[in-house]
């Protein structure tokens, strides 16, 4: 089975352990995507989001796993996830998705089916974890652009290491993800300035 990996942000520049048959090109789907999650460190992440995702050039290798379900762990494992419902797939053989992705994000996955399929892929992995942006102790608020520089605000006067850290994050993803967001915090806080 040949196994897309596709991938928009720190995958594409540190895959770590994720088993690929090369390294990540710029030659992945179109997807909806926008630094709306907020990891357990405190950085604005980017996940494919069909509300406020600005459609953006990913990234895909393929898989060194010929298997799926091995292929879905490995993706599991490498983003520290604790259940693979977080790993969004496609098997265009036997029609099965995932399920998460289908509720987060279904234009996005018919997109990455369609892609795979014109690209010659049997399945697609990629990372389906949903925006927690409004939850509380993350951003606490609807997500939007102000309510992001509201969040890394605080989080400034809260923690000047995290603050960094998650501003040096956004600057650091690939240059094809230009979103709101980014765009934003370029203007706001470019880089090296901090």
Not at 9 to 28: D, I, M, Q
Not at 82 to 109: C, K
Request: glycine fraction near 10%; charged fraction near 20%.
């Amino acid at each position: 089975m040949k196994i897309a990996v596709v991938a928009w942000g720190s995958l594409v520049r540190g895959p770590g352990e994720l088993p690929t048959a090369g390294g990540f090109a710029p030659n992945g789907p179109l997807l909806p995507i926008e630094f709306c999650r907020v990891s357990r460190d405190g950085r604005l992440t980017l996940v494919v989001d069909e509300t406020f995702g600005a459609e953006c050039a990913t990234h895909a290798a393929p898989s060194a796993l010929d298997d799926l379900d091995a292929a879905i762990e490995a993706l599991r494992a490498r983003e520290g996830m604790s259940s693979a419902r977080g790993v969004g797939f496609v098997d265009l053989a036997s029609g099965r998705r995932s399920e998460a992705a289908e509720e987060r994000h279904p234009q996005a996955l018919a997109t990455i089916a369609a892609w795979a399929e014109a690209g010659g892929f049997d399945a697609a992995i990629w990372t389906a974890l949903a925006s927690n942006f409004a939850e509380s102790g993350k951003g606490g608020e609807l997500f939007s652009v102000t309510a992001a520089l509201r969040y890394l605000e605080t989080l400034q006067a809260r923690d000047a290491s995290a603050f960094a850290a998650a501003v040096a994050y956004i600057h650091a993803a690939p240059g094809e993800v230009e979103t709101p967001v980014r765009e934003e915090v370029a203007r706001r806080w470019p880089a090296g300035s901090i």
